[in-house]
């Protein structure tokens, strides 16, 4: 089969590899849509540590059961499907509890690092298991199916912060997770939202998607702004979808006393925390792995058009080109903020 392999740091070459091996419980799916994913520039590049070349990368996917294992129930060749990106063991005591995301002996697809090398979505095929598969409806095309992944995100993020439709809530941050997480507070009717960016293009975007006030963060006092748009003392609740320090601390000083802080965004391994802001003001900082359990929801939200998922992709490409659009996003074409590849 073809599949775009990082076959070194800074290199993607389009390339034939053999077609992964289906297990008793897993599927083979044929890949049908598959976006580019933050993650994998910072993987491609080495900063991460999480992509090891050579690998096979994406995680955001939709595609066709072509072959099911010998012990799958329930599924069956020709079934539309979507999945998740974390492949959690459902046996350990984690799992047991709820918090797939949490397993001990998860597996990421597209990732490869020193505990694990798991082939991702940027192939023609791919193996996954089939406790971690989700049915496409009728109506969610395959692009819209390879954005179920970081839709997941953007909800497991809401999920950990005590929203309600009278919030008063800041996305810092306008990237599709944060982008994704205003879709998700105005499909919760919430009125007050402030999206912060630096780009004019993702705030025009966060704007048409629910954002009620739009914020420059390179603004003198963009925190001052948040309060301007909230109340004098700050938002209820802050989103950080970046992942580095001017931006967590934007997010801290942004938030009221007793607010909640939900650290979503994991650019840098090490940030500074505004320690003293977060004592004195009682805040509550929660950090947001993955998704949990909300794939159900998203796919949900996508069928009835409470959620555009299609207003984030910018170019739908085939996967030979993709060494060229991963080098188009890295570079900050204007406008462009996803792009699925189809195999």
Known sequence: MKALVLTE???????????????PRDVLVRVRASGICGSDFHGMDGSSGRRLPPIIMG????????????????????????????????????????LTNLCDRRRVLGVSCTEYREQGTFAEYVTVPQHILYRLPDSVSYVDGAAVEPLSIALHAVSRAPVTPASSVVVVGTGVIGLMIVQALHALDVTNVVAVDLSPTRLALAARLGATTTIRSDE???????????????????????????????????VRKGGTVVLVGNVAPVVQLPLQTVVTRQLRV??????????????????????????????????????????????????????????
């Open 286 to 343: 929660l950090g947001s792995a993955t998704s949990c359990g909300e794939y159900p929801e998203c796919l949900d939200l996508i069928a009835s058009g409470k959620i555009d998922a299609l207003a984030l992709v910018g170019a739908v490409r085939p996967l030979s080109e993709g060494a060229e659009w991963f080098e188009r996003l890295r570079q900050g074409e204007a406008g462009l903020i996803k792009v699925v590849l189809e195999p």
């Open 9 to 23: 740091y800074d290199r993607l070459d389009y390339i034939d590899v053999p077609e992964p091996e289906v297990g």
């Open 220 to 254: 003198p006092n963009a925190a001052a702004a948040v309060r301007a748009a909230t109340s004098p003392d700050g938002a209820d609740i802050a989103f950080e979808a970046v992942g580095i320090t001017p931006t967590v601390t934007l997010a801290t000083e942004s």
């Open 59 to 98: 995680h955001e996917a939709a595609g066709e059961i072509t072959r099911v294992g010998s012990e799958v129930d329930g599924w069956k060749p020709g079934d539309r499907v979507t999945f998740d990106s974390t492949i959690y063991c459902n046996e350990c005591e984690t799992c047991r509890a709820g």
